[in-house]
């Protein structure tokens, strides 16, 4: 299917969807950036964050914020991220997992 933005794909989705989220790296260490060794990781965490995306906000730039809760704890803090620094997975499984 083809969607013509990421509301109209969000909106197709069932609204309680647990999505996999990892943060880009923003900063790197001066080894790192010296090109000393190279860090196989682009994220900061190798661990996922499950969340679900409670609003999307288009930004002046073009880019979205997205409103994100956490899933594994319920929480009802929201937090922010731009859809251009982060990497956004979704599984069958962890909806299944959710509703055990």
């Not at 996999?20 to 196989?40: A, H, I, L, S």
């Not at 809760?69 to 319920?74: F, G, L």
């Amino acid at each position: 299917m083809i969607y013509k933005s990421f509301n109209d794909y969000l909106d197709s989705m069932p609204p309680d969807t647990i999505f996999r989220m990892w943060q880009y790296k923003k900063r790197f260490t001066p080894y790192e950036e010296e090109q000393k060794f190279v860090d196989q990781s682009l994220f900061i965490d190798t661990l996922c964050t499950h969340i679900r995306i409670e609003d999307v906000i288009e930004l002046p730039d073009g880019d979205l914020l997205l409103a994100v809760t956490d899933a594994e704890y319920n929480d009802s803090y929201v937090s922010y991220y731009k859809l251009s620094e982060i990497v956004l997975a979704k599984s069958g499984k962890d909806m299944e997992d959710n509703h055990e």
